[in-house]
Structure formats: C-alpha cells, structure tokens
C-alpha cells in the first residue's frame, strides 16, 4: 500500500484554518488531523486529547529531550508541539495527515519532510483579521495584540509555500483547499 502524504496548513491565527479544515475532514475520508501538544491552557469546551495534548511545561520539555517532536515552535507565550509518532503511523496505514501549525514549525517541517504539501491561508487583510479576533472572544485585548503582531510576521513567509489559500468567503476557501488535496493524491512522484 502507498504511504499517505502529509499536508501542512498555516496560517495567522483567527484566520480562520480550524473552520475551513473542519469542513474538509468532514467530507474527506482519507484525511487526519495531527492532534498537537500544547502548553497553553485549555479554552473552555476543549478537550485533553481532542482539541490538544494540554502539557505542563515540564511535560513538554521531556517531550523534547525525548525527541518525540516532528516539529515544535514556542507562540506568543507559549509551546506547541507536533507529535511525530501518531503522525508516522497514520502515514504508514495509507492516510494523509494534515498539521494544523504555526510558520516557524511549518518551516521545519519544509526542511525536515522536504515533500510535505505547504498550504498557508491567509486573511483578506489585517482588519479582517483583527475584526475575527475580536468577534471570537477567547483572548483577552493584551493577548489580540500580540497575535495580531505575530500575523504581521507570519504573513511575510507566505511565499515560501506552495498554496496560498485567501479565506474572503469560506465555502471558496474549503472548495480550495479539497482541490488542493485532490490535485496533490494525482500528483505523479518523481
Ligand atoms: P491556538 O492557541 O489558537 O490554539 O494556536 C495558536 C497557534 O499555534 C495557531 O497558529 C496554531 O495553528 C498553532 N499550533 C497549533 N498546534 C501547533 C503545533 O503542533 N506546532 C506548531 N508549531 N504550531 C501549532
């Protein structure tokens, strides 16, 4: 059997990837998302294993002693970590996996995983962005800025991917994203 291919979906948070890659995984059998670690603490409703792997910072630094990390990046304050063997093993059964990850551990991944699929979605501009974050609700006013700040920079990387997907209207931006999978499973390896 084939090994899956592993997709990496990046963009400024409040962009909106949890919502378009929510609707893909929903219509895409062959799909799975990576469940990250995290240092940060749960949002209300979010679940230990689910959402996240929610880690004590000495939980996460034994992680990485252990070199259990595929990729791991430290954002706005906090850690957050791809597991690399719950990944391997869905690649090996055949399944394409998608990261759901911040710029910094999307490079590596680039450098590590040289045939990863890079797809960045970025927002229509950084008002809408800014009009999201605040619409969401779940970070206070101090903690807006700074990941706002950090879309700034996130967006500078933008064209070191091989997508770039602009989230104006959702269902355009899901259409986009399973035409990317779809085009990548007819891609010819060389
Ligand atoms: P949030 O706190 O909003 O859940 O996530 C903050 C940022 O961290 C988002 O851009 C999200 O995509 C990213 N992120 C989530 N999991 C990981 C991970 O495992 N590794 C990296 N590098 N970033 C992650």
Redesign the pocket.
Known sequence: MNKGKLFVF?G??GTG?GTILGQVLAQDERLRVSV???T?PPREGEIHGTH?WFLTHEDFEARIAQDAFL???C??G?H???LEQPVNEELEKGNDVV????V???MQIHQKRPDAVMVFVAPPSIEALSERLHGRGTESEDKIAARLAQAEEELRYKNHFDYVIINDILEDAVADLCAILRAERCRVSK
């Open positions: 990046t400024p948070s990837k990250s670690a995290t940060r996240y990729e791991h990046a954002y706005v906090n957050y970590g791809t990261l759901e990850i911040e910094q551990g999307a």
